[in-house]
Each structure stands twice: as C-alpha cells, then as structure tokens.
C-alpha cells in the first residue's frame, strides 16, 4: 500500500518553485547585463537598508542590501520597473553610487523582513551591520598590541551572529591598521578557522572562530571586493578601500579555492606605510651615495631585485621622490598604484584590458618622459624595450626577481637581451632584504656562539675595505626576548639590507662570456660596495637585527 505524504510532497514543490525563480532570476540578468545574486547566505547591512523606506522599496521592488562610504549595492526584480528607477535615480542625487544586482522575489522578501530590525540596529553599536569607518578609526586608537585585538574579538561571543560579523570585520581592520600589518591571512581549517595577520614580514596569529561565521564574513569580502559569490571553486581577485581619517588604505583581496572552505588573504596598501624618505630605509651609506649618484644621471636602467615583500617598491617611490622636480617629467606604469605621488603621471596594469606592462611602457615612450618607472620587467619584449629607453635618453626605474644584485646580468641575458648593450643600458642593480629589528626595549646582550663567530669572522675577511668595520664590535651580538611593546616578538620595525653592483668596463667583459653569478660577482668585487650578508652581519654586530633573522632571509652557510 502506498502512503501518500502530502506535507513531503509540497516541501518538494515548494523547493522546486524557488530553483524555478532563481533560475529566471539568473536568466534575466543576462539579458539585462546585470550581476545575480541570492540574498539567502547574504548579511543585509542595515544602515544601507534605511536609505530606502519599507514603503518606497516594496512599491520599488528593491532594497538596498550593502553600502561602503558612498557606494551602495541594490537588489532589484527589474531594472526597468518605472518606480525602481525614480528610486535609483533618488539616490543618485543623494550623492550615492548604485550597483544593481538582479534577484528573485524571495530574496527581496527576505532583505524586507530586516527593515523590522532597523530600530534595534540603531541603538545599539553591535547591530550596525556596516563597516563604519569611524568605529574603525575609534577602535584603531585603542589598539596597540596583538593582546588588543584578541580581547575585542572575544567580547563578541553572546552577539547576535548577524551583528557579530560586522563587529569582527571593524576589529580585523582596525587592528591591522594599528599594528601597521601589511596582509590579513584567513584560513579555514576542518573544523575552524584562523585569522593570522603579518607583521614586520612575519606571520602572528591573532584569533579563530567557528566555520558558520566564517561563511558571512566569506560572502561579506568578496561583496565588498566585488567577486562573485557563486563562484567558489575558481581563484579571484578584487578590491576596496577603507577612509581612514585623511587617507584612504586600498585594500587588494585574494580568495583562493581550499580543502574545506576558500581561503582569503587581503594585502593592505596603506601609503603612510611606502611613504618612507630614502634615507630611511636603513641603506648602509656609501651604497646610499653611490644610489644617489646613479639617480641623478640622465638616462640609463636602476633595477631592484628581490623576492615578493623584500621592499622593492617602497624604494623605487624613495628614488622618485628624491629626483621629481618641476623640470622632470615621470610617468609609472604599475601593478597597482600603491601610494600617489604628486607631479607623476601615474598608471596601472590591467591585463584584462589589454594594457600590460609592456603596453604602458610603449605607450609612456609617446608621452615624452624624462624618467620612466616600470613596475616589473616579467617577459623578454618588456625587458627589450625598457632596455632600448635606456639607450635612448631616458632613466628608467623597474624590478627583476632574482636572488642577489648580480643575478640580474644572467636574467637579463636570458630573457634575450644583447649582453653587448647591457651595460650601455643599465647603470646600476642593487638587491634588498627587509629584517626586523630589535626591540630597544627588551634586547639583550650576550656573547656569540662558536657558529656565530665561524660566520662574523668568515664575512668581517671578505670585506676589502676595512673601514666599514670601523668601531664595530665582533664579540658581542643580542638576542629578541620579546616585551608588550613588540607584542612579545623581541621584534618591532624593519630594515633593509641591501647590495648593489654598478654596470662597469670589468662587469661589462665578463658578462658577454655567459657568466655564471659568482664570475660576476669577482668582477664586481673591486667596487668595494658590500653585499647583502656583509651588510646584515654589520647590522648585526651593531645590535640592529639577530642572526636568527639574517639567516631567515638569506643565505648563512659558511664556508671556511
């Protein structure tokens, strides 16, 4: 006998009904050019919502469901509705910018049962759903250690969830911004999820929380980023931005598919943080004179090499603002525009748009520049024509990844570049490093160790010029203990370490023979400018950094 469960029975149809609209839903939204959206797994920014009464915008059929400064995004069941675009066009007079997304009525219906929310949003601080960048900038002066953060993210626990999400996105920039942190890493695990933050090139962990939060914040970023929601087994890349007082901190979101849920990392793009003079970066000085002289000349190539995070940009905006001048013209070509610099004619890459490295710098030759910044030279025609601007009256700035300085002559010489012109066209390559300091509060002396010595000794030989160690001390080094005030790292603040190789007749002789890096390097070794590992042992001696960190960054093997 079959039983007939009616109640089952109109569950399906009633599942089936809500696939049916989402599916046209979708399917409109082609035709109109628009995003789709499912509100379901959406938070509704409350503050957003209230700019649109209930009335209005069940008469519209929106609702405004996200909103950062003044750009706001607006579900809609048709954008040609008459009454939807009075509405749009409302709030465009407002001063607002609107990004439409087409939905289903069952999404709308469930922004619309927020509006009952509204008046608990507004007296309380934990119910405002937005990221209010004037909480961001209260929380950020009372952030001053790791400790900080972690106790603000665990007085959340009790907090409606909906609530809670917007709490710990204020608290996650806030104190990101605080500690001067340069990415944020959240990583989903089996059963939880970790939120690390990196400072001073250093990984710390700063909280965890449970996977459904996890998922709002997830569907939070990638709104804010503009990515796809329903995208989720594929990379994707985006942005935002953050007004923080009177500067605004860009924000560059990477969300990548993982084993239990997408994993994001958000790079902080803060310009007080590449806005560093020169002579602050900690340049040992007479490589900083010899840098300074090359900068000055006419035309020819600087190139800095170095891994990702090592600071190349924040020097190459260093020579840049050392040489503008009203009498100059410069023009960039970057990946992205970190800091804006006054008087420079500054670009972005966008390969999706056809305009490449390459495109910008041939474009940047018809714009008649003096100096000419190329973000990084990646392919053998960027590599070709920067050289040839070179050769042709101007100075151009622009990166290579390679280990050391003299591994950009062999670079070079592989991505096809003539090794007769070479010199001709570069002046000079330098390569850096960034260590972390020691806390001037906690550190500690004590005499080196046997392997220590091994190292000190074997790089204090190799320095020809002995006037560099002069009143340098060689028995003693310190050590990080780890304070409050370095949030118990024994680490606070970074410095560069750095080696540079000028373009000479001995250089240019030996690069036409194919050279291995060590040729060039012997060469080179009569320009007396001190490499990376004799400039971080100096540093050393002079209780800057630890060999610990040296040894993290570079190379220690000792070979005597």
């Known amino acids: 006998m079959v039983v007939f469960d009616e109640d089952k029975q109109n569950k399906r149809v009633e599942e089936m009904r809500k696939i049916e609209e989402e599916d046209v839903a979708r399917l409109l939204a082609n035709r109109y050019g628009l995003n789709y959206i499912d509100l379901g797994p959406i938070p509704i920014n409350s503050d957003g919502l209230k700019l649109v009464s209930e009335e209005n915008a069940r008469l519209g059929n929106l609702a405004v469901f996200d909103m950062v400064a003044k750009r706001i995004q607006v579900a809609v069941l048709s954008p040609k509705n008459e009454k939807t675009e009075a509405i749009i066009k409302m709030l465009e007079t407002d001063g607002y910018f609107p990004t439409m997304?087409?939905?289903?009525?069952?999404?709308?219906?469930?922004?619309?049962?927020?509006?009952?929310?509204?008046?608990?949003?507004?007296?309380?601080?934990?119910?405002?759903?937005?990221?209010?960048?004037?909480?961001?900038?209260?929380?950020?002066?009372k952030i001053k250690v790791v400790q900080d953060v972690r106790n603000m993210a665990n007085e959340l626990n009790g907090i409606k969830q909906a609530y809670r999400i917007s709490k710990i996105m204020e608290i996650m920039l806030a104190g990101s911004l605080a500690l001067g942190a340069s990415d944020i890493h959240i990583e989903p695990?089996?059963?939880?999820?970790?939120?690390?933050?990196?400072?001073?090139?250093?990984?710390?962990?700063?909280?965890?929380?449970?996977?459904?939060?996890?998922?709002?914040?997830?569907?939070?970023?990638?709104?804010?980023?503009?990515?796809?929601?329903?995208?989720?087994?594929?990379?994707?890349?985006?942005?935002?931005?953050?007004?923080?007082?009177?500067?605004?901190?860009?924000?560059r979101t990477s969300v990548l598919p993982g084993a239990y849920n997408e994993s994001i990392v958000m790079r902080l793009l803060n310009p007080k943080s590449i806005a560093v003079p020169l002579e602050s970066l900690g340049i040992e000085p007479r490589t900083l004179s010899v840098l300074l002289e090359q900068i000055q000349k006419p035309n020819g190539m600087l190139l800095i090499t170095g891994p990702t995070g090592s600071g190349k940009t924040t020097t190459l905006y260093a020579f840049m603002k050392k040489i503008n001048s009203q009498d100059i013209k410069i023009i960039t070509i970057e990946d992205p525009i970190e800091y804006h610099l006054a008087g420079v004619v500054q670009t972005q890459v966008e390969d999706d748009k056809g305009y490449t490295f390459l495109a910008g710098l041939r474009a940047a030759l018809r714009q008649d520049p003096d100096v000419i910044m190329v973000g990084e030279i990646r392919d053998n025609e960027t590599a070709g024509t920067a050289i040839n601007a070179a050769l042709t009256g101007h100075l151009v700035f622009s990166t290579l990844h390679t280990n050391s300085a003299v591994g950009a002559f062999p670079r070079l010489i592989d991505l096809g570049i003539n090794p007769q012109v070479i010199t001709s066209a570069v002046n000079v390559v330098m390569a850096q490093r960034l260590i972390r300091k020691l806390c001037v509060d906690c550190k500690q002396e004590r005499v080196a160790s046997e392997k220590e010595k091994k190292i000190i000794a074997e790089t204090t030989t190799s320095i020809d010029d002995k006037t560099y160690l002069d009143g340098v001390q060689i028995e003693k080094v310190y050590e990080a203990k780890g304070c409050p005030k370095c949030n118990g790292t024994g680490y606070k603040g970074r410095v560069a370490i750095c080696e540079a190789v000028l373009a000479t007749k001995e250089v240019g002789e030996i690069i036409t023979m194919n050279p291995s890096e060590e040729s060039v390097k012997q060469a080179a070794r009569s320009q007396n400018i001190l490499d990376m590992k004799q400039d971080g042992v100096i540093k050393i001696l002079k209780g800057i950094s630890t060999f610990d960190e040296l040894g993290r960054v570079i190379d220690l093997e000792i070979k005597i």
Request: aromatic share 8%; no cysteine; hydrophobic share 40%.
């Open 101 to 141: 997304h087409m939905v289903s009525k069952a999404s709308l219906e469930k922004a619309w049962g927020r509006y009952k929310d509204i008046s608990y949003a507004s007296e309380s601080k934990a119910g405002s759903f937005d990221i209010s960048n004037e909480h961001v900038v209260e929380l950020t002066e």
């Open 189 to 251: 695990e089996e059963t939880e999820v970790r939120m690390r933050f990196r400072l001073d090139g250093v990984l710390i962990d700063i909280i965890n929380f449970d996977l459904p939060t996890y998922s709002l914040i997830l569907s939070r970023i990638k709104l804010l980023s503009g990515l796809k929601l329903n995208v989720k087994s594929e990379a994707q890349d985006g942005r935002f931005a953050v007004k923080i007082k009177d500067s605004e901190i860009q924000i």
